[in-house]
């Protein structure tokens, strides 16, 4: 598995941008794939995680309304659209690969980790 993470940028707040997850590996079909983020001096937290088919999709309090979690499996690609966007949500974006099908917050739970994208959200 080879993750990699894109779309991150410099924007203002209330704008919106759209993350997106890709392996060039393999496919990612059979696994719940995940959105985790770690703001300077923070420890990471989980943002969002979609299940194998898509059917159920979790999000952290702070995001609810505002970002959307989505797979297309024929291209082996996960998408966070990020709308809103507010400071706090100045971060390291990562997306993960999970173990299991089923969607989870749990980070221990994703053994493949791609590089970051940065998100910059200004006042």
């Known amino acids: 598995v080879q993750l990699q993470a894109s779309g991150g940028g410099l924007v203002q707040a209330g704008d919106s941008l759209r993350l997106a997850c890709a392996n060039s590996?393999?496919?990612?079909?059979?696994?719940?794939v995940g959105w985790f983020r770690q703001a300077p001096g923070k420890e990471r937290e989980f943002v969002a995680a979609i299940s194998w088919r898509g059917g159920e999709s979790l999000y952290t309090d702070s995001v609810k309304g505002r970002f959307t979690i989505s797979r297309d499996n024929a291209k082996s690609m996960v998408s966070l659209q990020m709308n809103s966007l507010k400071p706090e949500d100045t971060a390291v974006y990562y997306c993960a690969v999970a173990r299991s099908p089923i969607a989870t917050k749990n980070p221990g739970q994703y053994p493949y980790w791609g590089r970051g994208t940065q998100v910059t959200v200004s006042s």
């Open positions: 590996k393999r496919t990612f079909s059979n696994n719940a």
